[in-house]
């Protein structure tokens, strides 16, 4: 009776609670963010210990104490550009294919899809044995990888694999982030991504006079929080470029182009390495011709507002008329102080976008607020200044001109110099120029 009676009674079951769903995602999302590679890049003067250890351990059949992690690290080391095509490795190689078939290890076949991708050559045969093998396992994969698959099931095609990515990046507003979310962690890494972003480019040139385009592709080159792409940034900035060999954009459009492209690139007169060696040279002069009209409107803007003189229009006149003319090959600003220090002041003011580099006018007394505008001429070196400095020119190849793109000048030692001509501002100092060019 008892037992009937406790049956018969309402009893109240209360469930252990679960956590919110969206913090679990959460948590998954910033763990993926922190560590996106399931395989760590194993350091250059290891992986010839971590192969030789592998094959050791293969010819031996010795498996004892041998962790996933180190399995996968010697994977990465083994499917290298240095060591994937090397015969006296093939058996290890073919051991890590024939385990990609059987395994249902996650760890180890999310591993192996990471180097996949890593080390993707289009129609290499390494690319082609490892699809075949994850296509075998494409079951058994799991998390992530799931949801890559069900976005994008030819992201195993050894030969258009990469194609098809870039396919899907067009169709993106911010290809970055939304590669992400569908299982590519690194969407800047090497191998697979590396091939997709040449393809990405060549599938957008077309559009990137638009101003929409131009900010996807720069999106895409350096997201948010991000370092700029490396890889590929050359055929990238040639894309871009490319538009421009004979026209020139708005003059909105081209400051977004050199503010982007510098802020993620280097100044190329300064930074000649890098991503701008591999632009064809035609392309670079394009951004070269923009930043020399940059850095005279530069020094004209700066110096107006730091110095009152009804001098600088006609200055500004002569030295633009002279660029649109094509007549100018350089040009390079250096500051003085109080000048630097509203140029900067200017910079923030732009929201935050790359300011042009210049250099600093170093002398001091009655020259303490010059400021000096080099040009390049034809053989040509011309020295303009602020606060009644005289102009100077002098021969390409005086020993005494001054280059440009330095980083300090002393218009002092400038003015001191041998073999300048120099005149004042005074009279006709237009046509005296123009004699001298």
């Given at each position: ?5 406790l ?77 994937r095509?090397?015969?006296e490795?093939?058996?290890?190689r073919q051991?890590?294919?024939?385990e ?10 999310g ?8 080390s993707y ?12 093998a ?9 998390g ?28 993106m ?11 590519l ?12 972003h040449l ?43 490319g538009?421009?060999l ?15 492209l ?23 002069a394009?951004?070269?011709r923009w930043?020399?009209g ?22 500004r006149?002569f ?9 100018i090959d ?36 009655s ?31 005086s ?16 003015r ?5 001509e120099a005149?004042?501002?005074n ?6 120029v123009?004699?001298?060019?």
């Amino acid at each position: 009776m008892k037992l009937a009676a406790l049956l018969n009674q309402s009893v109240r079951f209360n469930p252990p609670a679960l956590a919110d769903p969206n913090r679990l995602h959460a948590s998954a999302r910033r763990i993926l963010e922190r560590w996106p590679d399931v395989v760590a890049e194993p350091p250059e003067n290891d992986r010839d210990r971590l192969v030789e250890e592998m094959r050791r351990r293969l010819v031996d059949d010795d498996w004892h104490d041998l962790p996933t992690s180190f399995v996968t690290r010697a994977a990465r080391a083994l499917f290298d550009p240095v060591r994937r095509a090397r015969t006296e490795l093939a058996a290890l190689r073919q051991f890590y294919l024939d385990e990609l078939r059987v395994s249902t290890r996650r760890s180890f076949l999310g591993a192996m899809a990471s180097v996949y991708i890593g080390s993707y050559e289009p129609g290499a045969s390494h690319t082609r044995a490892l699809s075949a093998a994850l296509s075998e396992a494409r079951a058994r994969l799991g998390g992530r990888w799931t949801r890559l698959e069900q976005a994008l099931p030819s992201w195993l095609d050894p030969e258009h694999g990469h194609e098809a990515i870039a396919g899907l990046m067009m169709g993106m507003d911010d290809p970055w982030n939304e590669l992400k979310a569908l299982g590519l962690g690194m969407p800047h890494a090497p191998g697979l991504m590396d091939h997709a972003h040449l393809a990405f480019v060549e599938d957008i040139r077309p559009g990137l006079r638009d101003r929409d385009e131009l900010k996807r592709l720069f999106g895409w080159l350096r997201p948010e929080r991000q370092e700029a792409r490396f890889s590929g940034a050359a055929e990238a900035i040639t894309a871009v470029l490319g538009h421009w060999l004979s026209t020139d954009p708005s003059a909105d459009g081209q400051r977004y182009i050199i503010d982007t492209l510098v802020g993620c690139y280097g100044d190329p007169r300064v930074s000649a390495s890098g991503a701008w060696a591999g632009v064809p040279e035609q392309h670079r002069a394009v951004i070269l011709r923009w930043l020399t009209g940059e850095n005279i409107r530069y020094f004209l803007d700066v110096v107006s507002a730091v110095e009152e003189s009804h001098m600088w229009e006609p200055r500004r006149e002569f030295w633009l008329s002279l660029h649109e003319q094509g007549r100018i090959d350089g040009a390079w600003v250096a500051f003085s102080a109080e000048a630097a220090r509203y140029a900067k002041r200017q910079a923030g003011i732009r929201s935050g976008q790359s300011p042009l580099r210049y250099g600093l006018q170093t002398a001091g007394g009655s020259r303490l607020y010059t400021s000096l505008l080099i040009l390049k001429i034809g053989n040509r070196i011309l020295v303009e200044g602020s606060h009644s400095y005289k102009i100077h020119i002098f021969r390409g190849n005086s020993p005494a001109a001054p280059a440009l793109y330095r980083a300090e000048y002393d218009c002092e030692l400038i003015r001191l110099s041998a073999g300048a001509e120099a005149k004042s501002h005074n009279g006709y100092w237009q046509g005296w120029v123009l004699e001298r060019i």
